[in-house]
């Protein structure tokens, strides 16, 4: 059974940081391509970071030079660096994995889903 599982959510001010991460287990992690997504209150899913077997990142451009994407494959972990953080990056944010991604911050090209851990930006 495929299983995400995210921590290091939590409460911070504008322009602090938080580190997500995400520990994968009964997949072959160093083959997946992995992302996070993130979904506000009232708002759709969306895709926020992503990084494939190889390496390749992609980014949102509204966390573009914000957040950072990283893989250990040794920890079958996931990490997201969060700077900077502003008002609207409040949401949950999610772990997701699959081995196969037309478009890597496509949440519907994405199998399995962790549950999400809670961000929230505020003063």
């Known amino acids: 059974q495929e299983l995400l599982v995210e921590s290091g959510g939590g409460s911070v001010q504008p322009g602090g940081s938080l580190r997500l991460s995400c520990v994968a287990s009964g997949l072959r992690f160093s083959d997946y391509t992995m992302a996070w997504f993130r979904q506000a209150p009232g708002k759709e899913r969306e895709g926020v970071a992503a990084?494939?077997?190889?390496?390749?990142?992609k980014y949102a451009d509204s966390v573009k030079g914000r957040f950072t994407v990283s893989r250990d494959n040794a920890k079958n972990t996931l990490s997201l660096q969060m700077n900077s953080l502003k008002p609207e990056d409040t949401a949950i944010y999610y772990c997701a994995a699959h081995w196969f991604v037309h478009d890597a911050l496509d949440a519907s090209d994405y199998k399995t889903w962790g549950q999400g851990t809670q961000v929230t930006v505020s003063s």
């Open positions: 990084i494939n077997k190889g390496g390749a990142l």
